[in-house]
């Protein structure tokens, strides 16, 4: 299968690239060769397709072009482009549930299902990309904070990457920070009951950059130049330094002038889109995130979004940052992307 274009002659002629049964023989490098053979079709109640079942000849057991789909084993598969509609346009898992008439865990598995397929997906175009070598050039780097359950004792940093020139958001972390100083005696005392609960909170922003780093680091093409820009924060450069050493060139700028002919504009613009789109980035509201994990998980659908979907500007619509990357030769709509899963062999 293609990972752009899975069956392009129409789902009519669907052929099993491999058994999708986990623990399959057919899978192992010495194993026997996958062979099938048709086996019916059913109809599916929920949406009304009517779909194609085959039989594996090596594991003996039957699957369907439904096993291949995102939208495998889900009651209602109607839902996923609305609840992905919110994810990216600042709206809470409870007013999407409300919305909808859905329940809040429909809305948070939904979250879980979309937000694996958007680094699946991710992933497979990094690894495409890297065997090609053609990620290259100029990138940015840049942190913003944000936190859970408490604005003051539990801070978090969340660095964004991306490629300059095409604004394509390459990787995000969330990690810890401290409390905030010169807390009243109130919040003292709360801090007090927390690091007995949790521990004392420490700063990871240093290992969070750094994840950043080396995921660029593992796929970049280390034969020509890298260009990263950050602002002057000190733990920047042995964290790039730890990762990438070789045609590397770091470039330091401030981080104080936020207009356009900052030479951080690119970044300063994406987490700007971040904090609009993402409702648990909103600034001093309820939507934040009670556990710094599933903002990351938020923030893979939105990176599908801006990467896949979405187009470059408003001047530029027709075609993704992907595109502009030169990383994929297509502009996805919210159907396209989210309708066949990424299989080992795209």
Not at 61 to 90: E, M, N
Not at 175 to 187: W, Y
């Amino acid at each position: 299968m293609d990972l752009e274009r899975p069956f392009p002659m129409g789902i009519q002629h669907f052929r099993p690239p491999l058994c999708p049964r986990p623990g399959c023989p057919s899978h192992a490098a010495d194993g026997p060769p996958f062979r099938y053979r048709s086996r019916g079709r059913y109809h599916r109640a929920c949406d009304g397709r009517t779909v194609h079942r085959f039989h594996c000849y090596v594991c003996r057991r039957s699957f369907s072009v439904q096993t291949f789909r995102v939208d495998y084993r889900l009651q209602r598969p109607q839902l996923t482009g609305p609840i992905f509609d919110a994810f990216v346009s600042k709206v809470t898992q409870r007013q999407t549930a409300r919305t909808l008439s859905c329940t809040r865990k429909t809305v948070r598995q939904r979250l879980l299902l979309l937000a694996r397929h958007s680094r699946e997906f991710q992933n497979a175009v990094l690894e495409r990309a890297h065997a090609r070598k053609i990620i290259h050039g100029r990138f940015q780097l840049d942190e913003q904070q944000t936190f859970e359950r408490d604005r003051l004792l539990q801070p978090v940093t969340f660095p964004v990457l991306i490629h300059e020139a095409s604004r394509f958001v390459l990787h995000v972390e969330a990690d810890t920070l401290p409390a905030r100083g010169n807390l009243r005696p109130s919040d003292l005392e709360r801090k007090r009951r927390l690091e007995a609960r949790f521990g004392v909170r420490i700063s990871n922003s240093r290992k969070a950059v750094k994840r950043c780093f080396e995921e660029l680091a593992r796929v970049r093409n280390p034969d020509l130049l890298t260009v990263m820009t950050t602002d002057q924060a000190p733990h920047y450069p042995g964290a790039l330094g730890e990762t990438m050493s070789h045609n590397i060139l770091h470039v330091r700028c401030s981080g104080k002038q936020k207009d356009i002919s900052s030479p951080l504009w690119p970044i300063n613009q994406t987490l700007a889109m971040l904090r609009d789109g993402l409702s648990r980035l909103v600034r001093k509201s309820w939507g934040a995130s009670k556990e710094r994990a599933w903002l990351a998980e938020h923030a893979w659908i939105w990176i599908a979004y801006r990467n896949y979907i979405r187009g470059f500007t408003n001047k530029h619509k027709h075609r993704s940052s992907a595109q502009i990357a030169n990383y994929v030769s297509r502009r996805f709509s919210k159907a396209s992307f989210f309708e066949w899963r990424v299989l080992p062999i795209c």
